[in-house]
């Protein structure tokens, strides 16, 4: 396999098939490419719910259609990028921030994880 850049690969992607150039953006066209691509991230993170036995009440036998899964996960990878491509975030960025995370949620698996009350008042 090769290093691949996923968000440097999407903003490739952008530019030649879409003619989309994510860094002449105003903020104004920002904050509406983060929004359509939210609700699409939505919609196909939806479809990945059609690929598996989720509705506990239905008489289905359990199933999980790995391939359609995976490809209904692709897409909401796509529009992720997009969002993170939007916003100026970088590979390298994406990765610390990435392993930031699971080393917190590592921690917290480890030690207990609570949600404090907000003071009221």
Wanted: charged share 35%; glycine share 4%.
């Amino acid at each position: 396999m090769t290093d691949w850049k996923w968000l440097e690969s999407t903003k490739k992607l952008q530019r030649e098939a879409y003619g989309f150039d994510a860094d002449a953006m105003t903020v104004e066209e920002r904050a509406q490419s983060v929004k359509e691509n939210v609700l699409a991230l939505v919609d196909e993170a939806m479809e990945v719910l059609h690929e598996v036995k989720w509705k506990y009440w239905s008489h289905d036998e359990p199933f999980v259609h790995r391939d359609f899964v995976r490809n209904e996960c692709v897409d909401v990878g796509h529009f992720l990028a997009n969002i993170l491509v939007a916003i100026g975030v970088t590979d390298e960025e994406w990765e610390r921030a990435y392993q930031w995370k699971q080393d917190v949620n590592r921690a917290r698996q480890r030690d207990g994880y609570r949600v404090k009350e907000k003071p009221r008042g």
